[in-house]
């Protein structure tokens, strides 16, 4: 992975990271330790599937970029759906509260975007790939006169 998508990747998981902190200290505070057990798994959770989709993105990029679009929408709507399965299936357990897992998958989901965005709006992507520089003279100088 390259040192620019480690910075982007970076750029959204610490915002989420610190997202999940907070949302344990409120619901640690709203509903006690099975809140901030739920918020804990729900922000390793997002920062899981988002981490693991990025990575997937940025290798299609790099290997297909006449799929990053198409792939890009079929990940995002796949890791929504994902999110809302682990919403579904979690809502009746006893292991740790369900509203606080809801409401923290929701908010670090939506910081992630966030941050995945803004990170991605700073970045100096280049649309065009210059060609290499091979030496100080071009390679096909034109016809001399």
Known sequence: MRSDDVRSLLQAAVPTAVAGVLAALISGLVVGG?????????????????GIGFVVLQRTA???PHLFQAMGLMLYTAQIL????FVAAFKNTTLFNPKAFAITLVATTLVWI???TRAH????????E??????DK?????PKS
């Open 34 to 50: 099975k809140g901030v057990v739920g918020a804990v798994v729900a922000t390793l959770v997002v920062i899981l599937f988002m």
């Open 62 to 64: 790099k290997s297909l």
């Open 82 to 85: 994902l999110l809302f399965v």
């Open 114 to 116: 966030a941050a995945q």
């Open 121 to 128: 709006m700073k970045a100096k992507i280049l649309y065009v």
């Open 130 to 135: 210059p060609d290499p520089v091979k030496g």
């Open 138 to 142: 071009p390679e096909n100088p034109g």
